[in-house]
């Protein structure tokens, strides 16, 4: 397979997830101090290096067949979990997910939030929102980039395109100071569950022993096939117009994909 | 044992989400997609799709049923 189905995917699957962790660094940075948040930022840096380094060679010493089974029903699972949540957005039964709200509960907390200073962190709060903003959407980048990576057997690619959308959310954060409300957040939301459903279906069946009819190209049907469903499911559910529902705040417990 | 059991917790929500039920029908479609192309021979490419394409609409319908 071309690597750049494979890029662009992990690249857009990446970036969504790294608005919303520049959501949460900027609340932190900007309301609280900058110091502390690199700290928490570079831990969670460290932290999910560590992970990467630890299970992408293992993974990819696993037999391609076992490997695309489990890494194909995971995504899948992983996928189908996005799309519903897309789905549930677009057609109006969940509220969007909005980051110009999202960045003022963070400042709203951070600013009632006392200040404490613990060893080399001065601002104990600034560092722990960092981390777990951090931590929690990079675990969603880390996931994908392996489970690509691996089944493509091609890890570096997957990482270019994960690393990409990184830098090209930070620099453009950089640069505006804000959060980037702009990025059509829900609608990638959206194309990335049609994605990673998709690629988990091909591959969880190419596991379990099957042969797609023309091999790799399968996915030029699969992903529309599965995109319009998930279109047609959104224009069935969809309510009247009337109020959204409220809001609920996020956890930051597990990231919202 | 509270450390490990929130641990599980966390992998739980990360991968399997609000709908336990997706990731059962796609593991079940996937296991007999296995049993049918190694058992009975049958390439069962066709399979797959409409199933967890039908998961998702039956969450779907769960998940609107309850709001």
């Known amino acids: 397979m071309n690597a750049l189905p494979l890029v662009l995917t992990v690249f857009v699957a990446c970036a969504v997830e790294a608005v919303e962790a520049l ?4 609340a932190a940075g900007l309301t609280r101090e900058w110091r502390s948040t690199f700290q928490g930022m570079a ?45 549930l957005r677009a057609s109006g039964h969940k509220s969007l997910h909005d980051e110009a ?5 963070e400042v709203t907390a951070a600013e009632a939030a006392t200040e404490e200073s613990r060893g080399r962190v001065h601002d104990w709060y600034a ?9 929690l959407e990079g675990l969603e980048v880390v996931f994908i980039v392996i489970t690509f990576g691996a089944s493509q057997r091609d890890v570096g690619a997957a990482a270019i395109g ?23 957040e829900n609608a990638l939301k959206f194309a990335v569950g049609v994605m990673l459903t998709s690629f988990g279906m091909f591959w969880g069946a190419e596991g379990a022993g099957v042969s797609w009819p023309g091999g790799d190209a399968a996915l030029l ?10 279109l047609g499911y959104t224009v069935l559910l969809r309510r009247p117009a009337g109020p959204a529902p409220v809001a609920a705040p996020e956890s930051q417990e597990v990231p919202s994909s | ?53 039908a998961a998702l609409g039956w969450s779907l319908r769960r998940a609107v049923g309850r709001g």
């Open chain 2, 1 to 53: 044992m509270r450390r490990l059991r929130s641990i599980g917790a966390f992998w739980y929500d990360f991968v399997v989400g609000d709908d336990w039920r997706v990731a059962v029908v796609v593991v079940a479609v996937l296991a007999l997609t296995a049993l049918l192309v190694h058992a009975a021979g049958v390439n069962a490419w066709w399979l797959v799709p409409p199933c967890v394409l």
């Open chain 1, 23 to 26: 959501t949460i660094v900027l």
């Open chain 1, 221 to 230: 049907v699969l992903v529309p096939v599965v995109a319009l469903v998930a």
């Open chain 1, 43 to 87: 831990a969670a840096l460290a932290v999910l290096a560590v992970i990467v380094a630890a299970l992408g060679p293992t993974v990819t010493l696993l037999p391609l067949t076992a490997l695309r089974l489990v890494v194909g029903a995971l995504l899948a699972i992983f996928g189908l979990q996005w799309l519903r949540k897309a789905v």
């Open chain 1, 101 to 105: 709200s999202a960045y003022l509960r």
């Open chain 1, 127 to 135: 560092f722990t929102l960092a981390f777990k903003g951090v931590l």
């Open chain 1, 162 to 184: 994960a690393a990409a959308a990184v830098v090209v959310v930070a620099v453009t954060g950089v640069a505006v100071r804000a959060p980037l409300a702009r990025v059509p």
